[in-house]
């Protein structure tokens, strides 16, 4: 496989379920991301992580809770959401560098809908 | 005030026609700026980087004025596949880019 994969590509769960998404970069990237996408706003950044390490939570609600095993692999694990955390969650991917542009890579996304 | 503000559209235009597209960002310390596609239900792909000299990539030109704030986006000659939604995207130096909502352009035969 080559590029960013994502997994599920749809999911449906209730607000009491409990269900992981995950994403995979076949690039040797240090930097993963999660993004939340909204119908008709932009891309919200939620959680970055860069050699594993979290750098950033963009005040994203504890029910949303990241997991990022290794440099090729992260996890957005999922309990007790609620409808309008409906939307296209997408995972992306980049080499960061200390100055340098980085160009991010993305997955095709998960559809989520909560019911 | 959003970081990046960008005009929902939709552009429809024939196709052969010349469309611009601006973007305005509120962050002065900006760094890097770049313009990314997203096809209806799909994921978004880097188009192009965005230069201070200004840079083109075939039908595609990109201007950035920093002291006034704003990228523009010239597609030339405009064929059915350019039809998708532009993100005007910026990074301020945060290991992480900011996103407009992003332009819809509709190419017409």
């Known amino acids: 496989e080559t590029g960013v994969t994502q997994t599920p590509r749809h999911l449906v769960m209730g607000m009491t379920n409990k269900k992981s998404l995950k994403c995979e970069q076949h690039?040797?990237?240090?930097?993963m991301y999660w993004y939340k996408q909204s119908a008709k706003k932009p891309l919200e950044l939620m959680f970055v992580?860069?050699?594993?390490?979290?750098?950033e939570n963009n005040s994203v609600p504890s029910r949303f809770s990241p997991e990022c095993p290794n440099s090729s692999h992260l996890f957005l694990h999922l309990h007790t959401l609620q409808p309008e955390d409906s939307a296209l969650y997408l995972c992306?991917?980049?080499?960061?560098?200390?100055?340098?542009?980085?160009?991010?890579?993305f997955g095709p996304g998960t559809r989520l809908t909560v019911l | 005030r959003k970081e990046v503000e960008q005009d929902p559209g939709p552009f429809n235009v024939p196709e052969g026609a010349t469309v611009a597209f601006n973007c305005t960002y509120s962050?002065?310390?900006?760094?890097?700026f770049f313009w990314y596609r997203q096809d209806c239900r799909k994921e978004p792909k880097l188009l192009m980087s965005?230069?201070?000299s200004g840079n083109e990539d075939g039908r595609f030109t990109a201007q950035l004025n920093r002291a006034s704030q704003y990228i523009s986006l010239l597609i030339r000659d405009s064929k059915l596949s350019d039809s998708a939604t532009y993100l005007c995207?910026?990074?301020?130096?945060?290991?992480?880019?900011?996103f407009g909502s992003g332009t819809r352009l509709q190419v017409q035969p």
């Open positions: 992580y860069n050699f594993k390490e979290q750098t």
């Open positions: 962050n002065s310390a900006s760094q890097s």
């Open positions: 995207v910026l990074n301020t130096g945060r290991r992480a880019l900011t």
């Open positions: 965005v230069y201070s």
């Open positions: 690039l040797g990237h240090n930097a």
């Open positions: 992306a991917s980049s080499q960061w560098e200390s100055g340098g542009d980085n160009e991010q890579f």
